[in-house]
């Protein structure tokens, strides 16, 4: 290996970046958590139209945004990197072959693919709705008219934040799993169990997220696909039976 190799491998893909990414997906979560936790419930306590609501939206929700948005660029960036850096990632990516093991490769596949939508989620989907609620919150500040679409972008963009949370158990799972829970296991798994047991991840993950999106009756309250979104309690259920399901599916599928 030249030296060149080992700076990229060892110090930049496998310690630098592998560290930071880390650091920055805490930051994500941490403030997704915050957001589903803590920020939603306070600030539906304080009633529709409050002076104290929209000046904790354009004061603390502004400022937490920012740092939420920006470190989800930052996880997905190091995280890319990562792949990247270290030779020979993706070779024979759900092959025993390649030194990682199909059971790291299979579970670092449905963590990405999970962490890519979610932060697809934050930039397309819950910045594009904050953006009119945090303007609508400057405007009543000033005296002047409320946006009637403030409510509407404010729905899509807490559903869009219950489903990353519901993704975020699963993600982390696998995340780390990839390292430690999965590497070396699974040893007679082959690249077809491996391929199924991916597609049946997506599969799921693509009917949650075409749900929270309103896709399947509409993005209002009273459509009763949308229960895992309508309470943070029922998204945590969600989350865990969702990370049941997938975690079942592996041991069932790469056994
Ligand atoms: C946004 C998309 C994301 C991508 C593309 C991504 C990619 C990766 C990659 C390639 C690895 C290395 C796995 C290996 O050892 O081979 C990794 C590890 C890891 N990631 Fe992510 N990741 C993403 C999101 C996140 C998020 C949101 C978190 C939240 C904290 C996170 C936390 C971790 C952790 C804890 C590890 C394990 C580090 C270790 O044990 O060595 N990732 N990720």
Known sequence: MTALELLTRDYLGNFAFRWLHVLAGITWIGLLYYFNFVQVPALAAYGDEGK??????????????????????????????????????????????????????????????????????????????QKVVLANAVNVLDGKEADPNAAGSGRKALLASRQNMVFSVSMLFFMIGAGH????????????????????????????????LGLIGGPKAGNKMLWPYESHKNAIITSFVLWLILWLASEILLA
Request: proline share 0%.
């Open 52 to 129: 104290a609501r929209n000046m904790a939206i354009n004061q603390i929700a502004r400022r937490a945004l920012w740092w939420f948005r920006w470190a989800s660029v930052a996880t997905l960036v190091t995280g890319i990197l990562i792949t990247g850096l270290v030779k020979g990632y993706f070779k024979d990516f759900m092959s025993a072959d390649n030194g990682n093991g199909i059971g790291h490769n299979v579970a670092i596949s449905i963590g990405m693919v999970l962490g890519i939508t979610m932060a697809a989620n934050v930039w397309m989907v819950i910045w594009k709705n």
């Open 181 to 212: 829970f999965y590497s070396g296991a699974f040893e007679s798994a082959t690249s077809s169990n491996a391929w199924t047991f991916f597609i049946i991840a997506i599969v799921i993950a693509a009917i949650l997220e075409i749900n929270c």
